[in-house]
């Protein structure tokens, strides 16, 4: 029988960790589309493609080839057959990744490769993003938006960057959600029929066994 759970939510809600430690615990494959927006970020920079320009993102986005691994306690990315697991996170992608995603042709083609990885792994895959629940699978199972406050996703999103000014994380946070929310293709939004988790007064450990509950209820 199928089950795919959607998460999403803005940057540094702590959607990753719980979405992979829900696979899991569920036995269910897990894709970061995440790091599919990052990875396409970090092949353009490659190719030096002017990002303020989404002609020309949208031409050379269409021959980036994309490659993502399902396991939850083993997560890959492949960009053009190069291992970009560790370079998607720098700050260059981090910083434009945004423009990158504003893009509706480079949604399209990420959006048919993530339903395509849905549909491979048997409909049995927790999958994370900001669409997930309104556009990529509007029939999913179930549908989590998970939020913490700005100030609780800054600090542990510096922990884990081991940066330590978390103000100047915060604003990155806060700059990237305005430019997700207000996008005309698919804006980060909640989706009407999902349910929402606050994190900001819990563990790890306790969202993952909200989420597992309600889904083994
Ligand atoms: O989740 P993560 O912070 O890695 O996502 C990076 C960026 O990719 C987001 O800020 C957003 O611009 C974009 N994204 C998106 N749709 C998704 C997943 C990510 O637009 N489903």
Same mark, same amino acid.
């Given at each position: ?56 993102? &949208? $031409?050379? #986005?269409?021959?980036?080839?994309? !490659?993502? %691994? ?5 997560? /890959?990315?492949? *960009? ?70 700005? &100030? $609780?996703? #800054?600090?542990?999103?510096?922990? !884990?960057? %081991? ?5 100047? /994380?915060?604003? *990155? ?45």
């Amino acid at each position: 029988t199928s089950l795919v759970v959607a998460v999403d939510g803005p940057s540094g809600s702590g959607k990753s960790s719980t979405a992979r430690g829900v696979a899991d615990r569920l036995g269910l494959a897990y894709l970061d589309t995440g790091a599919m927006y990052r990875a396409m970020t970090w092949a353009l920079l490659r190719a030096g493609t002017d990002l303020s320009d989404p002609d020309a993102i &949208a $031409a050379a #986005a269409r021959g980036i080839h994309l !490659e993502s %691994g399902v396991d939850p306690l083993d997560p /890959t990315i492949y *960009a053009d057959g190069v291992d970009v697991a560790e370079a998607i996170r720098g700050e260059n992608v981090t910083a434009a990744v945004s423009y990158v995603a504003a893009v509706p042709s480079v949604r399209e083609q990420l959006v048919a490769m993530q339903r395509q990885s849905i549909a491979d792994n048997g409909d049995r895959i927790v999958v994370e993003g900001r669409d997930i629940g309104s556009t990529v699978a509007p029939d999913a199972d179930f549908k989590i938006y998970l939020v913490a406050d700005p &100030a $609780a996703r #800054a600090a542990r999103r510096a922990a !884990e960057d %081991g940066s330590a000014d978390a103000l100047a /994380t915060e604003q *990155a946070l806060a700059k990237r959600d305005e430019i997700d929310s207000n996008r005309a293709a698919s804006p980060l939004a909640m989706a009407d029929d999902a349910v929402l988790v606050d994190s900001t007064y819990m563990t790890l450990e306790e969202v993952i066994a909200t989420i597992v509950d309600m889904v083994e209820q």
